[in-house]
Protein backbone atom coordinates (compact mmCIF):
# COMPACT_ATOMS: atom_id res chain seq x y z
CA UNK A 1 0.00 0.00 0.00
CA UNK A 2 1.11 3.48 -1.39
CA UNK A 3 2.55 5.38 2.52
CA UNK A 4 1.44 8.73 0.40
CA UNK A 5 -2.36 7.73 0.65
CA UNK A 6 -3.99 8.35 3.72
CA UNK A 7 -4.60 4.26 4.56
CA UNK A 8 -0.46 3.86 3.77
CA UNK A 9 0.25 7.33 6.16
CA UNK A 10 -2.11 5.36 8.98
CA UNK A 11 -0.99 1.94 8.43
CA UNK A 12 2.53 2.95 8.50
CA UNK A 13 1.57 4.73 11.98
CA UNK A 14 0.33 1.85 13.37
CA UNK A 15 2.69 -0.42 12.65
CA UNK A 16 5.33 2.19 13.91
CA UNK A 17 2.93 2.35 17.15
CA UNK A 18 3.00 -1.68 16.77
CA UNK A 19 6.69 -1.94 17.05
CA UNK A 20 6.90 0.58 19.81
CA UNK A 21 4.52 -1.88 21.97
CA UNK A 22 6.16 -4.86 21.36
CA UNK A 23 9.72 -3.10 22.85
CA UNK A 24 8.05 -2.03 26.04
CA UNK A 25 6.42 -6.02 25.93
CA UNK A 26 9.79 -7.37 26.31
CA UNK A 27 11.02 -4.93 29.02
CA UNK A 28 8.23 -5.23 31.24
CA UNK A 29 8.63 -8.63 31.19
CA UNK A 30 12.39 -8.59 31.97
CA UNK A 31 10.90 -6.08 34.71
CA UNK A 32 8.75 -8.62 35.87
CA UNK A 33 11.08 -11.07 36.01
CA UNK A 34 13.89 -9.23 37.45
CA UNK A 35 11.21 -8.11 40.42
CA UNK A 36 10.18 -11.82 40.77
CA UNK A 37 14.08 -13.06 41.44
CA UNK A 38 14.74 -9.80 43.76
CA UNK A 39 11.75 -10.59 45.97
CA UNK A 40 12.80 -14.02 46.01
CA UNK A 41 16.82 -13.21 46.55
CA UNK A 42 15.41 -10.96 49.73
CA UNK A 43 13.67 -14.43 51.19
CA UNK A 44 9.70 -14.38 50.07
CA UNK A 45 8.87 -17.93 49.21
CA UNK A 46 7.72 -18.82 45.37
CA UNK A 47 4.34 -19.17 47.14
CA UNK A 48 4.47 -15.27 48.56
CA UNK A 49 5.37 -14.72 45.03
CA UNK A 50 2.82 -15.71 42.90
CA UNK A 51 0.04 -14.23 43.27
CA UNK A 52 2.08 -10.76 43.57
CA UNK A 53 3.26 -11.71 40.07
CA UNK A 54 0.08 -12.79 39.17
CA UNK A 55 1.33 -16.43 37.70
CA UNK A 56 1.29 -19.70 39.55
CA UNK A 57 3.95 -20.94 41.32
CA UNK A 58 5.09 -23.51 38.85
CA UNK A 59 5.71 -20.41 36.85
CA UNK A 60 7.68 -18.81 39.55
CA UNK A 61 9.76 -21.52 40.27
CA UNK A 62 10.39 -21.89 36.97
CA UNK A 63 11.72 -18.35 36.27
CA UNK A 64 14.10 -18.92 38.92
CA UNK A 65 15.59 -21.57 37.57
CA UNK A 66 16.49 -19.61 34.44
CA UNK A 67 20.06 -18.92 33.86
CA UNK A 68 20.26 -15.13 33.46
CA UNK A 69 23.62 -14.57 32.49
CA UNK A 70 23.46 -16.11 28.98
Known amino acids: MPEDSETGRELAAVLDRLALAADQVH???DEHDSLVRHAYELGATQHEIAPHAQVAQ???SRMLARDTTA
Open 27 to 29: AWV
Open 58 to 60: STV
